[in-house]
Structure formats: C-alpha cells, structure tokens
C-alpha cells in the first residue's frame, strides 16, 4: 500500500532547480536594464596650468632737461613725469587757462558768442604788448569779431593784445580776471597752477608738468577749445589768415594744443595725439617745459610720442579653441574645455594677466556644450571667456555598463 503525500526526492530537486533558476532570470532581469538605464555620475574636469601671456617693456624716450609728464587718457597708471616736479613759468601756454576760465563766464553755447567790437584802448595794446617784445595781432579801433573769433586769434596767433581785451571783456578788468582764474584753477585741483595775468607774457604765470596734463584734458574736453587749438590756419576778418604756432599739429596725430616761448621759461609745450591701437582710440596728453627751442623741442616731443605708442601692447589672453580643461569619463571617452572665442585686452606697459577656471561636471555631451568659464583678471578688470567642449562625449556602451556596477550604481 502507498503512502499518501510522500514526495519522491527527484520531484523535490527539480523544483528547487526551477525555484533558483526563476530567482536567477528575476535577478538577472532587474539589473540588466538598470545597468542599462540608470543614469552616470558627472566626472569633474582636470584643470591646466595657465600659462600668462609674454609681455615687452619699452622705456618712454624723455629729454634730459626741464620738466616732462605725459599720460594716456584714460588711462591711469600711464601717467609719467621726468625732471624737476617744480612750478615753472609757462608762458603762453596760460593761454588755454584764461580760453577755459572766460568760456567759463561767458559760454559760446554752439553759436559764435556775442560781437566784440574795439575802442582806442584795446588797439593801444598793439605798440604796448610790441614794446615788451609780445606776440600781437592787428587791432583797430572800430573793428569787431565775435567771441569765438577773439579765441581763436588768442589760440592760434598767440596774440597777447587778444588774450588781454577777451578776458576784460568777460571780467570788467584784469583784477576780477586773476581772480576768477585763481578759483577757477582751485575749483578743478590745479593746484600748482598760478596766473598773475591773462597772456603769460609774465613769468609769475607758471605750473607743473603734471598740473598741465591735467588741464590739456580739461582743454580737450571742451570742444570749442578742442576744436580751436587743433585748427591750423584761420581766416579774421581784418587780420587776414592766422597760423597755428604749434608746428606739430597734424604730425604724428598731434591734435593741440598750445606752445609757450618765454626767456624765463624756454620753448614750452603743451600737446596731445590721437592714436589707433589695437582697434581703440587712445588720446595722449603731455606737457614739455624748458626747451632751448622749439625745433630741439618738438623733436623731443616726437620721441616722447612714439615711445608711448609702442609701450601700448595687445595681450592675447585666448584663441577660440584654447583648451583649459580636460575631461576623462570612465569608460573612456572624452574631451577638452576649450575657449569659445576670442579674447585680447590692450595695455598700457606691462601688467599681470591671472586667470582663474571654472568648469561644471559632466557626462555625455554633444560638442560645443557649455561647460564653464574662465576668468581673466588685468588691471582690476574682468575679462570672462565662456568654456565649451570640442568634441562630442558619447555614452557609454551596453557591455561596459553591464560589466562596471561599481561605477554604474
């Protein structure tokens, strides 16, 4: 007789062999498409070491007498001087002073200003400014011009007879000029800066080179000055055609702005220059005192000038495709983060280029994704280059995903 529910053993093994073999496909079924499809962890970038880009240094070409400051607008570490740092009489050059301070109290407003129109006295500067040995320009009684005209024969001509009637026609006497000129030069920082009278015939007119820098900026600045001492001839009604006394203008981009002749002081000269570096416009202003003339004197303005062209420089700081960064995946592939375009700062001398890398964890990725920035530091300015990939990261392929859990999960 059979005994009921006795199992063979053979029945027992087979349905382990069938349980395990269930588990088996269960496992093996979950962590395949796990494998397959869960997603990688980024891998940071190795960062390059930045190599700054190679700088040259040129000294600025100055003369071995008097007092020299020159210095490119805008600017500011550019600012050098040589010689002496001592007030000096500065002839002619008071000129633009005196232009400033009447446009001051009686602004052109765009027009030509109002007619000055003169009398005995003002054509009696013609023999008294003569006797002094002082530069003078026809003046007679009857004649008039307008406000703008009397500038320009002061700027241009440098006529003494000029810069006397236009500034006691704007201030009712020398005085109340010298007084208004003294709170004008306070009221802008010129410090070092006298003037005793209107046309610099006295040498008691005088200034550093450093404070006349700073007024040839002002004088650019305003544009009925700018556009007056950077004229070279003119035509007066009565005086005929007037010549620039700065042989310069129009030479090597020289645009103004006043020269200065005086026994006390030498050839003089306040200047400035326009140049085109590096696809910007850079305006050069100087001031040279104590020259022994004025030939000697411009062609040491001229060396000075192309010295302080060539101390510009254009750093490349990158190149588009520049790489600053490299990623390596783990199964593999990978790619540089390169510079997505170009970039270059212009300089005055030499100055420290640092960069710093910013770049963000990353899988797989087309080419030319974004993937950080670099950041480069010049004279406190920031100059940022986004950061793409030059080459595509692909995936990763089944059997290395199957076959890695360890980087996988």
Known sequence: MTRVGRRRPGAVRRRVGVTALLALVVAVGGYVPLALLSPLAPAAADVAAYTAPAERSTDLSFPGYGATAVEAVGWDDSLTTSGDELPRPIASISKVVTALVVLDEKPLDGGDGPTLTFGPAEAALVDSYRARNGKVAPMAAGQSLTERQVLEVMLIESANNYAEVLARWAFGSDEAFVEAARAWLAEHDLTATTLVEPTGLSPQNTSTSTDLVALGRLALADPDVARTVGTTTASVPGIGEISNSNELL??????????????????????????????????????????????????????????????FQTLTLASRGDAFAGYELPWGDGARAVAAEDASVLVWGDETVEASVETDDVGAAPAGSRVGQVTFTVDGERHVVPLELDATIAEPGAWWRLTHPDEVF
Request: net charge negative; hydrophobic share 45%; aromatic share 4%.
């Open 250 to 311: 129009g030479l090597d981009g020289v645009v103004g702005i006043k020269t200065g002749t005086l026994d006390e002081a030498g050839a003089c000269l306040l200047f400035a220059a326009d140049y085109t570096v590096g696809g910007q416009q850079v305006t050069v202003v100087g001031a040279m005192l104590g020259g022994v003339d004025h030939d000697s004197l411009d062609r040491d303005v001229q060396a000075l000038l192309a010295s302080v062209a060539d101390r």
